[in-house]
């Protein structure tokens, strides 16, 4: 009786180290953020999205890899939400809700607003959950060196438009 119960406690406290192992190796979630702001125009403007970091990786061309659809954030596709119409590039995106997505590529990076929101952005496999038939604007972002290294993807909207900073680039889409 006396070695049942060693050998089970041994068996219990093993257990329980599998599992104390397999919870601290579990990847948290990248945080909620929101940015908020006002265009030059009076037009309110909110962001929502998951700030990932970068942990020492390289994120442009490799996390984020070129010439393919990203959801322009983690765990979700990124949302806006605009109380009024906006002006990008001489494009007009309607008062509402989008999903935002970018595609990254070595000189240029598109930006496309898709009336699909709510949905996780990527699947298991890599691919995107866009539809393009969804997409109602497409537009081409600024990219720009950053003054200063972002260890968190953030956003910010300013009286000019708004910003995705990240790593050591900063991704600027003017609107009005």
Not at 76 to 103: R, W
Not at 116 to 136: A, C, F, I, R, Y
Request: aromatic share 6%; glycine share 6%; proline share 3%.
């Amino acid at each position: 009786m006396k070695k049942l119960t060693i050998f089970t406690s041994i068996l219990t406290l093993m257990c329980l180290s599998i599992l104390s192992l397999n919870a601290q190796t579990t990847t948290p979630a990248s945080p909620a953020a929101e940015a908020i702001g006002i265009l030059s125009s009076g037009t309110s403007v909110k962001i929502t999205y998951s700030s990932p970091s970068v942990k020492g990786r390289k994120i442009w061309g490799d996390i984020v890899p070129f010439d393919k659809v990203w959801r322009a954030g983690a765990n979700q596709a990124t949302q806006i939400d605009l109380d009024k119409d906006v002006k990008i590039h001489n494009k007009v995106l309607a008062a509402g809700k989008y999903s935002i997505y970018i595609v990254p590529a070595e000189t240029s990076w598109v930006v496309l607003f898709s009336s699909q929101t709510g949905q996780g952005g990527m699947n298991h496999d890599g691919t995107t959950t866009l539809e393009l038939s969804k997409v109602v604007l497409r537009t081409i972002a600024e990219i720009k060196k950053s003054k200063t290294f972002n260890e968190r993807l953030v956003y910010n909207v300013s009286e000019k438009g708004m910003t995705l900073s990240w790593e050591n680039l900063d991704i600027i889409l003017p609107m009005k």
